[in-house]
């Protein structure tokens, strides 16, 4: 479509585009946390930023949505599990997506996945406009995820696909979001770690939700097959990549930034936190059980058992250890472990022998503490539950979302 033939078609398009998405604020939508996992131990992450099918149209929990789905589907061919983090609003674009991704850690990322460009096929955005706006997204997203990290853009829709659209004036959005696809597919080709995905769903057949968790199953399905190699390839080392340097002080800012804005350190206690530390010690049958927060050089403890302090010394902390990795710290028998031998919680009466955490992370992603178990007498790798242990992690952070209980 010619650049003067858009622009001339751009007013009516718009009055059209309005007038069909008025039908849309009956339909279902998500309200839950913009996130979703699949059990296991080693996990991949995930973002997905975009409007469109990110945004959940049809369903009211994004663990039937995209996320969801895709994290099991993800998990399924993988045999890992899958954290899925979203970004998502109908309204959003090429051009105002770095406003909405302000505040987040691209670098933990192994795979970020674009959705865009519905709402500029329905405005008959230029391909010269595209191809700037996308091209500056695709170079930032470069930039500040690590250098493992697979890009995949999915393809813009046929807009007839969504139901709402589907009346007179419909195929000149689709004649926009053809030539905004062969921009995109250009793109992607060009730039490193970035695969462009063709996608043409049917339009659903139930006017009255938009989307089905169905369509979404089957969406999960096409990116998780043209993902999943790649996250294999880099568990693997195969898509190599020079070491980056860590700023370990700034990294450390951010981290105690995030301790901070959630303002929950020295709060008193809460019967949601103490029920999830008395669940972990009862299904691990240790002695002692702590949800810790790690805040500049102490570890203070939000809910306890089996301990009572409720800080103690950073530099004791085995937790602090725990939240220099993504994944869980198992410490068999501490007195054997060069380490922790000489800690005084090892030393001491009674000693820690068995230790078992999994981070805990601030919902910008900073791992900030640790859920973990442990008792006076060691115990074998093999007898700890780690899925267990990590989706014990995952409740809390589910928490820290919400507002904290009244006093």
């Known amino acids: 479509m010619h650049d003067l033939t858009r622009w001339a078609l751009r007013p009516l398009m718009r009055v059209w585009a309005a007038s069909a998405e008025r039908q849309d604020r009956h339909l279902p939508r998500p309200s839950d946390a913009p996130q979703a996992h699949a059990a296991g131990i080693d996990s991949d992450r995930v973002l997905i930023l975009g409007c469109g099918p990110a945004v959940g149209w049809g369903v009211l929990s994004h663990q039937v949505a995209l996320p969801g789905s895709l994290a ?17 609003s109908r309204t959003m674009t090429a051009a105002n997506a770095l406003v909405a991704l302000n505040g987040t850690r691209l670098g933990r990322f192994d795979a970020v996945v674009v959705i865009l460009g519905v709402n500029e096929a329905l405005d008959l955005t230029s391909v010269t406009e595209w191809h700037d706006r996308l091209a500056a997204l695709l170079a ?6 690590s250098r493992s990290t697979e890009i995949f853009v999915l393809g813009i829709p046929p807009i007839r696909s969504i139901e709402i659209f589907r009346r007179p004036l419909v195929f000149i959005a689709d004649w926009s979001a053809t030539d905004l696809n062969t921009v995109s597919a250009r793109l992607a080709a060009q730039a490193p770690r970035t695969t462009f995905v063709p996608f043409s769903p049917t339009a659903t057949v139930e006017i009255d939700r938009h989307r089905t968790a169905a369509d979404y199953r089957g969406w999960a399905m096409l990116l998780a097959g043209a993902m999943a190699d790649s996250l294999d390839s880099a568990r693997l080392g195969i898509a190599g990549h020079s070491a980056v340097q860590t700023d370990v002080a700034g990294c450390e800012r951010t981290r105690q930034a995030a301790v901070d804005d959630l303002a929950i350190v020295d709060t008193p206690r809460e019967a949601r936190f103490d029920r999830l530390v008395l669940l972990a010690q009862r299904l691990f049958d240790t002695e002692s059980a702590l949800i810790t927060i790690i805040d500049r050089d102490r570890q203070w403890h939000k809910a306890r058992v089996g301990v009572e302090s409720t800080e103690l010394p950073r530099s004791d902390s085995f937790c602090a250890a725990t939240i ?44 900030i503490g640790a859920l973990c178990v442990f008792d006076p007498k060691p115990r074998a790798l093999a007898e700890v539950d780690q899925v267990l242990l990590r989706e014990l992690a995952l409740l809390v952070q589910r928490e820290l979302r919400l507002p904290r209980e009244a006093g």
Do not use: C, H, M, W
């Open 140 to 145: 930032v997203l470069k930039r500040e995820t």
């Open 324 to 367: 220099d990795d993504d994944g869980p710290l198992i410490i068999e028998d501490a007195r054997g472990d060069a380490r922790f031998s000489d800690n005084p919680l090892v030393q001491g009466d009674p000693p820690i022998r068995f230790y078992a955490g999994f981070p805990i992370e601030s919902p910008s992603g900073e791992r």
């Open 72 to 88: 099991r589907e993800l998990s399924a061919r993988t045999g890992r599990g899958a954290d899925i983090d979203l970004v998502a």
